[in-house]
């Protein structure tokens, strides 16, 4: 499986923003999603889950009630809705793919997607 993030960009604080993941070479349907960011000078860090289908999602404390994550199988797509950006949602962020749901470490995610960079000015 192939990702790619996209959608990133500069938006003023308060602001709202969405990323996608596209997957090729495979279905994404089989796979629990996840995304990622890391902002600089800092490590890598979880930001959300989603289960195969959709069922269940998961949050880090500081993006719940902002962030949604999502994903629609027919379109081997995921995604991120980020709303209400804030200075410090400044970062790279990552999407990847696993076999198992829940895992919050960036090494259990077999597929790895390249970044896509969100900057929010305040």
């Known amino acids: 499986v192939q990702l790619q993030a996209s959608g990133g960009g500069v938006v003023q604080a308060g602001g709202s923003l969405r990323l996608s993941c596209a997957a090729s070479?495979?279905?994404?349907?089989?796979?629990?999603m996840g995304w990622f960011r890391q902002a600089p000078g800092k490590d890598r860090e979880f930001v959300a889950v989603?289960?195969?289908?959709?069922?269940?999602?998961d949050y880090v404390d500081f993006v719940k009630g902002r962030f949604t994550i999502s994903r629609d199988n027919a379109k081997n797509t995921a995604y991120l809705q980020m709303n209400s950006l804030k200075s410090e949602d400044t970062a790279v962020y990552y999407c990847?793919?696993?076999?198992?749901?829940?895992?919050?470490?960036?090494?259990?995610?077999?597929?790895r997607g390249q970044g896509t960079l969100v900057t929010v000015s305040s």
């Open positions: 990847a793919a696993a076999s198992g749901y829940g895992y919050t470490e960036w090494s259990k995610y077999r597929y």
């Open positions: 070479g495979r279905t994404l349907s089989r796979y629990t």
């Open positions: 989603i289960s195969w289908s959709g069922g269940s999602t």
